[in-house]
């Protein structure tokens, strides 16, 4: 008998020890994703030791690939028997060989399948972000169930609460679990998130299950930015921190047949560098951004990226572009701070790389003279001075290109109306009841002046008359007048009448009369 329990034990180890001649990532798997797996493993008494092995070498193979740590993958297991126990929470291992030895070293719980209590534990410490241990922020989660199907309990309310808090429920079933309840608690699409497979079989769904994971938690460690006709800066994640090596960026034009969609990113292999059309760079390790020159315009590239180190193996990364097509400047032209004789001209997008210098002319609408300036290549933007107030002006833009050609844009732009304000109003009273009005003003493209008188004594109060003056008046005489006189003078522009200035006529006769000094 006790030869037999050693030859179980050693049957046991060599099956969960992992071969001295491992097989090689799977392509794209390594620095592939961020995210937090929880398995939840029935290790309860309907699960024979033979049955509890295979699931932890199937564990075991599953999660050898991924990169783990704090900025990669994080993995945690919890199990199912009378009392659940959480083996290891998320920050226990960062490393697979920390991993794989605390698989080979977990022994099952037995007992009764208690899953819901396993799925409260799941939701409160683990699958919770903020709590000790528990998941990030921002990040997938995902809980995989690995069960054989016998009397898991009603599981249906905590996995939908566990989904609506946004974690991905997937099920591996090896025994004659419940199709329907199974099928009700994954994420969808179930075909690609519940798996029946006989224990002996379970290495045929690795890679699937494995592919359903990435899918779920596969991080954008690559993208483009600032994106122009001629260039783009290529970012990523860095992975080389704190190790020796470098990145090597290899970027060219999309092979013919390729697609790509402009500013997409993910993981893959390097694209064909045949045919001399690819420029390489080499990035320190602490660098996490390279800034991709020399582009042509609305074309597909692709860039690669490939960490490379001695101490660790790390997947390259490609992502797809399109640059931006050429906008040749002028594209717009507009016009601020117009004033009576001056207005400035704006345009875009400036290009001084390709553009020598910008040619302005300007003239006054229908036939006015026509004057030139030139801008620096380096500027935007030109003040316009000297301008008649009130006029509408033609600006033209022409930027001129160091290969010889020109383009050119046009705009219209009024001046502002010459705004004279009123000086010096003077009443002066003839008689008893005549007042002499005199004014000036500062310039003489007014349309004319519009004068109102009305009495201030409340025996006269509301009595208001009012004339017309034209513009090459400035004096009038008002007659027959109450004793007390408000007198006001306004300017009339050609869009609208302004400010005036008032004064109040005070009569002798009206001060003796009222008890008023003279």
């Known amino acids: 008998m006790e030869s037999y329990m050693c030859l179980t034990w050693m049957l ?50 599953l999660v050898l690939p991924f990169s783990l740590g ?22 226990t291992h960062n490393t697979q060989s920390s991993l794989q030895g ?54 249906v309310g905590p996995m939908a609460e566990l989904q609506e808090e946004g974690v991905a429920v997937l099920v591996v079933s090896t025994g004659h679990g419940n199709y329907q309840v199974l099928r009700r608690v994954v994420t969808p699409p179930a075909d690609d998130h519940l798996y029946f497979v006989d224990i002996d079989d379970m290495s045929i769904i690795t890679e699937d299950l494995r592919n359903a994971i990435i899918e779920i938690i596969r991080a954008e460690r690559i993208n483009v930015r600032d994106v122009s006709t001629n260039s783009a800066t290529l970012q990523w994640r860095p992975v080389l921190s704190g190790l020796t090596g470098y990145y090597e960026v290899r970027f060219g034009p999309l092979p013919t047949g390729g697609t790509g969609s402009g500013g997409g990113g ?24 390279a800034r991709l020159t020399g582009l042509k315009p609305d074309t597909m590239y692709t860039a690669t990226l490939t960490p490379e180190s001695n101490e660790q193996s790390f997947n390259a990364l490609s992502v797809t572009f399109r640059t931006k097509p050429e906008v040749m400047s ?28 910008y040619y302005i002319e300007y003239s006054a609408l229908p036939r006015g003279e026509l004057h030139t300036t030139t801008v620096v290549r380096t500027k935007n933007s030109t003040l316009l001075r000297d301008l008649q107030p009130d006029t509408t002006y033609l600006v033209t833009v022409t930027a001129r290109y160091a290969s010889g050609m020109e383009k050119a844009m046009s705009v219209k732009v009024c001046t502002q109306e010459v705004t004279p304000a009123l000086a010096d109003l003077q009443l002066t009273t003839v008689g008893s009841d005549s007042v002499q009005v005199d004014w000036k003003v500062s310039a003489a493209s007014l349309r004319g002046y519009w004068l109102t008188w009305e009495g201030q004594q409340s025996s006269v109060a509301g009595q208001r008359s009012s004339a017309y003056l034209p513009p090459d008046s400035l004096s009038t005489r008002l007659t ?7 007198v006001c003078v306004s300017p009339i522009y ?11 006529a005070q009569f002798h006769s009206d001060a003796l009369a009222y008890g008023y000094q003279s």
Do not use: H
């Open 266 to 289: 993910g993981t893959g292999t390097s694209p064909s560098t045949s045919g001399g059309q690819y420029q390489r760079l080499i990035q320190s390790a602490d660098s996490s951004t």
């Open 330 to 357: 002028p594209a717009v032209v507009s016009t601020s701070q117009s004033g009576e004789t001056s207005v400035r001209v704006s345009w875009g997008p400036l290009q001084p790389e390709t553009v020598t210098s």
């Open 102 to 155: 605390a698989l080979r070293n977990t022994k099952a719980l037995r007992g009764d399948t208690n899953t819901v209590e396993a799925l409260r534990i799941a939701k409160e410490r683990v699958l919770t972000p903020g709590v000790a241990d528990g998941a990030r922020a921002g990040l997938p989660r995902v809980l995989v169930w690995l069960t054989d199907g016998v009397k898991p309990g009603d599981v």
């Open 480 to 486: 027959n007048l109450p004793p007390s006189t408000r």
């Open 70 to 91: 704090e900025d990669q993958v994080r993995i945690g297991l919890l199990q199912v028997g009378t009392k659940p126990s959480l083996e290891f929470g998320f920050d």
């Open 12 to 61: 046991l180890c060599l099956i969960l020890r992992p071969s001295a001649t491992q097989n090689p990532a799977p392509e794209g798997v390594l620095n592939c994703c961020e995210g937090d797996v929880l398995f939840l493993l029935d290790s309860s008494g309907s699960v024979s030791s033979y049955e509890y092995s295979r699931m932890l070498t199937f564990l075991s193979e």
């Open 494 to 504: 050609r869009t609208a009448r302004g400010e005036g200035l008032c004064c109040t």
